[in-house]
């Protein structure tokens, strides 16, 4: 059984709507899939609705927290939550904050854009996206793409909006122990993404991650492709230290990637360990 548990579609920055992308993944093999937007669960439903005979669906989201570091500072972390109640009053209420905040963010970094002579115009972006929809780099990217600055994504990213380029706007996102608490409130499992993708941008120590662990964390996303072979023996080792649910995933963005769906994967018996401790929404058969 192939599974991924980590995906985008086009209600956050992914390419593929909820139901190519659950049709990609079983073109692709895979048995399980977890659809993760960005602070948004709007996918959920489009995405179970297109479920071919079999096949799961594994409800998430990837919320954007901020954490201690480690070493004195704060920095930016990702939340994989799984498997929780969309509706729980916090959990609404949190996601509509940063996808409001993730609106004035991406106006401020593409007003600052045009200043400086880039072709980029915010309101042509976010009348593209929806008026609730969580805006992100990505689709600042997508617009310099379009404008013929970049060739891809990746080259708009090093370019210009990875952090340290010149475009970074901060966002006041939620402190990591108050979503591993409220996910859990509305029964669902937690798993830190790409705790050591050193190349995005600064990362957590260990040490962090081991007060996460005590505070509830359920998981950490060891196989992902910002990952190199000593980070994945690292987390791999640190998370059988601690207890923690080891996962798999390819954090697949259509073609704002080159990654492919499945790329990554979670072994069964983990996968079988982040839904045991989860007392929520069930994951979701299709057919
Ligand atoms: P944001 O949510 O606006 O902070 O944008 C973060 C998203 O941008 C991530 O989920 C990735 O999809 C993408 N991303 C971040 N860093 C890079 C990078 N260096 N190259 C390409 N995509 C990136
Ligand atoms: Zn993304
Ligand atoms: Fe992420
Ligand atoms: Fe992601």
């Known amino acids: 059984m192939r599974i991924d548990l980590h995906t985008h579609s086009t209600v956050s920055d992914g390419t593929d709507d909820p139901t190519e992308l659950v049709a990609v993944a079983a073109a692709a093999g895979l048995g399980v899939v977890a659809l993760t937007d960005h602070d948004t669960t ?56 940063l996808r409001e905040q993730r609106r004035s963010r991406l106006r401020a970094i593409a007003d600052r854009m045009a200043a400086d002579g880039l072709p980029v115009d915010a309101d042509e972006i976010l009348g593209s996206l929806g008026p609730d929809a969580p805006a992100g780099r990505p689709h600042l990217a997508q617009a310099l793409v379009r404008a013929g600055l970049c060739d891809t994504v990746d080259e708009a990213f090093a370019s210009y909006l990875a952090t340290g380029r010149g475009y970074s706007v901060p966002r006041r996102d939620t402190p ?30 260990a040490e962090v991650v081991e007060t996460l662990a005590r505070r509830g964390l359920t998981g950490v996303e060891v196989d992902h492709p910002n990952h190199d072979a000593r980070t994945r023996d690292e987390l791999r080792a640190l998370a059988k230290d601690l207890g923690l649910v080891r996962t798999g995933s390819s954090d ?15 072994p069964p018996e983990e996968f079988d360990a982040l839904v045991a401790q989860a007392t929520g929404t069930d994951v979701v058969v299709g057919g």
């Open 42 to 97: 709007a996918g959920w439903r489009p995405a179970a609705e297109a479920l071919p005979p079999g096949m799961r669906l594994v409800p998430g989201a990837e919320l954007s927290c901020v954490s201690d570091d480690g070493r004195g500072g704060r920095v930016s972390v990702h939340l994989l939550a799984y498997l929780f109640d969309p509706d729980a009053p916090a959990i609404v209420a949190e996601q509509r904050r």
């Open 176 to 205: 990591v122990e108050h979503a591993i608490d409220m996910i859990a409130e509305a029964g669902g499992v937690t798993v830190l993404a790409h705790p050591f993708a050193f190349q995005r941008g600064p990362t957590v120590t």
């Open 252 to 266: 697949y963005h259509g073609t704002n990637k080159s990654i492919r769906i499945g790329q990554e994967v979670t």
